[in-house]
């Protein structure tokens, strides 16, 4: 009775403390997620609100004045309708070139053998590990002088090419070094077991990429979707350079109307923000576990 | 002389050969076309003077022994480096600290996970302009904190000693939830049996961080430190937004200088030259990651 007493309130003491420690942990935590997330509530405050009210908040005063006119601003003033349309593009199609031709590419690289594919691999390998910043220069030249576009002729001169379109948004960025890489690493790692028992059943190659393969790195290819697009979408190097005017203009290039030398629109820009970083958000909060498990996958694999 | 199709390959071998050929047609036209043609013709025009109107000239390395004179580069370099030594181990320790907590039997973890990823989902425009507000000198939520425990404000992004480390403090903030998540992946990868048999033996909280959990990070944080210091050495968005290199040269930094004479002063041979160094840094620190990651992984 007695020992059973003791070791009753000893387990109580430690339970006392292993509590202490929950709230602590759960206090940090939740200290640590508000400060995250402070910015972006002050981007929501701040868009909802008229801008003769920036200064001198109050809860009250933000509830009873809550108002989409910012947002309506923001639409109305920058073309914003075109530039969505303008990313979203983008960002598709170097989403949809990156995954199809890097599922290609990265197939061939990992399981087929023909002639000049390690060499072609160790270009791929090298061009991964140049900065992106470093082909700006060229690759403007290359599009200004691309042949039959944009009023050139057959050499390329006269006109101004493929500058300020949006294919010239968009070809630099169908197939990265990086997706190609990313999807033959996974392809190595599965077993090739199944692929030579249809060859052995008489599937062709394509028979087995199509039907085989590409169902088996699903993982890998979501990953390198949500990777593609993520990226494109919030790119800004490449349209600040290519892009001249609303034909091509994103969104990340469009929120700088707002700002002014002297005075920044501060209402319209957070709406004009919110309204940027909306869709990625709603992907993200839906498809969590993709992009949790896809960086954990590029971290381990490439 | 050309090789007859070979009887000895068999036609499952040659059907492959001709397979992978056109699998790769497509990938290897674009890739060829605008990243490996681009990058040989980066390292010709950084041998240039070129102004884009006029054809590049030939100027063998005058391009380069000007830059080692250039006192602009020069800070954009050392910029570039603090800005990096700042950020990267900062939003290390921190991100493995909240991956070490959060790697427990714990309640709402999923929001958790949403609140430290959201900065990573935001460009550096958009996290740029929405801290370009936070810290902006009158009415910004930051200095309206300062004012209001009593500590003076300040001008942050337009004060020459502050804006380089405002610039910092934000990277941080937009680049922990990647790390953390990496980090997280890392420790779930732990076998759990190694802290079972630690258990055994009676190890403490602290023996399993210092001979288990630590020394089987190694991989991962060897990888989340290069590939940081490499996205570090690029920052330019986030400058180019907030401070456009400003005030003065304080905030400039080397892709910002590869920008600004590339398009703004059209000196395109010697913004190619800088190009190169950036390349070569980020080269260099490349060959690291995989001399160390890849020597049990085999690539071939």
Redesign the interface.
Same mark, same amino acid.
């Given at each position: 009775m007695y020992t059973k007493l003791v070791n009753n309130s000893k387990s109580g003491l430690g339970r006392k403390a292993k509590l202490l420690t929950r709230v602590l942990l759960y206090g940090f935590l939740m200290l640590a997620g508000i400060s995250m997330v402070v910015p972006f509530v002050i981007m929501l405050i701040t868009s909802l609100r008229p801008n003769y009210q920036l200064t001198n908040f109050t809860f009250y005063s933000f509830l009873s004045n809550l108002n989409w006119s910012n947002y309506v601003a923001a639409w109305q003033r920058a073309s914003f309708s075109q530039y969505t349309l303008n990313t979203t593009i983008y960002a598709v199609a170097s989403t949809i070139g990156q995954v199809s031709l890097g599922a290609m590419a990265g197939y061939a690289f990992g399981r087929l053998k023909f002639r000049g594919c390690n060499i072609l691999f160790v270009l791929v390998l090298i061009t991964m590990m140049i900065p992106f910043q470093m082909l700006l220069v060229p690759l403007f030249v290359m599009l200004r002088h691309w042949p039959l576009a944009g009023g050139n002729d057959l050499l390329g001169a006269g006109g101004k090419g493929l500058i300020d379109s949006l294919p010239g948004l968009i070809l630099p960025n169908l197939v990265t070094p990086f997706g190609i890489f990313l999807m033959r690493q996974f392809t190595l790692s599965l077993p090739s077991e199944l692929a030579d028992a249809a060859r052995i059943d008489g599937a062709g190659e394509f028979q087995i990429f199509y039907k085989i393969m590409l169902p088996l790195t699903k993982p890998a290819l979501v990953t390198l979707g949500i990777f593609a697009f993520q990226e494109a979408w919030n790119d800004f190097t490449w349209p600040l350079i290519i892009s001249t005017s609303a034909n091509s203009r994103t969104l990340q290039l469009g929120l700088q109307v707002f700002r002014d030398q002297d005075l920044t629109d501060w209402g319209p820009l957070m709406a004009g923000t919110a309204i940027t970083v909306l869709p990625l958000l709603l992907i993200f909060i839906f498809g969590q576990r993709y992009f949790v498990e896809g960086v954990a996958l590029t971290g381990t694999k490439a | 002389m050309r090789i007859k199709p070979n009887k000895k390959v068999g036609p499952?071998?040659r059907?492959?050969?001709?397979?992978?050929?056109i $699998?790769?047609l497509?990938?290897?036209i674009?890739?060829?076309t /605008?990243?490996? !043609?681009?990058?040989i !013709?980066?390292s010709y025009?950084s041998l240039t003077d070129f102004s884009?109107t006029k054809a590049p000239s030939f100027v063998g390395f005058a391009n380069f022994s000007r830059l080692i004179g250039d006192d602009i580069f020069r800070t954009a370099f050392i910029n570039t480096t603090i800005y990096t030594l700042g950020v990267v181990p900062t939003s290390m320790v921190l991100a493995l600290f909240?991956a070490l907590?959060?790697n427990?039997k714990?309640r709402g973890i999923?929001?958790?996970?949403?609140?430290?990823?959201?900065?990573v989902?935001?460009?550096?425009? +958009?996290?740029g302009?929405?801290? &370009?507000?936070?810290y902006?000198p009158? #009415?910004g939520?930051i200095n309206?904190l300062f004012e209001s425990v009593g500590l003076p404000p300040q001008r942050w992004l337009f004060d020459p000693n502050l804006a380089l480390i405002s610039v910092m403090i934000m990277a941080i903030?937009k680049n922990?939830? !990647?790390t953390m +998540?990496?980090f &997280? #992946?890392?420790l779930q990868?732990i076998p759990i049996h190694l802290y079972e048999a630690s258990d055994i033996d009676g190890a403490n909280f602290r023996n399993k961080l210092w001979s288990i959990t630590l020394p089987l990070l190694k991989p991962?944080t060897f990888?989340?430190f290069v590939t940081s210091i490499i996205s570090a /050495?690029?920052v /330019?968005?986030s400058v180019?937004?907030m401070t456009k290199g400003g005030p003065g040269y304080a905030t400039t930094t080397i892709?910002h200088q590869? !920008?600004l004479n590339? $398009?703004r002063y059209l000196r395109?041979g010697y913004?190619?030259a800088e190009?190169?160094i &950036?390349?070569v840094v980020? /080269?260099a620190l490349?060959?690291i990651n995989w001399r160390f990651l890849r020597s049990d992984d085999e690539?071939w």
């Open positions: - | 499952v071998v059907d492959q050969h001709r397979a992978g050929l $699998f790769v497509m990938p290897m674009l890739f060829l /605008f990243a490996v !043609y681009p990058m !013709y980066a025009l884009f909240l907590l959060l427990q714990i999923t929001l958790f996970r949403i609140a430290f990823y959201m900065p989902l935001t460009s550096s425009i +958009v996290s302009m929405i801290w &370009l507000w936070m902006a009158g #009415a939520i309206q903030w922990l939830g !990647y +998540v990496i &997280l #992946a890392a990868g991962a990888f989340v /050495f690029q /330019f968005g180019f937004v892709v590869i !920008y590339g $398009f395109m913004a190619s190009a190169v &950036l390349f980020i /080269f490349s060959l690539i």
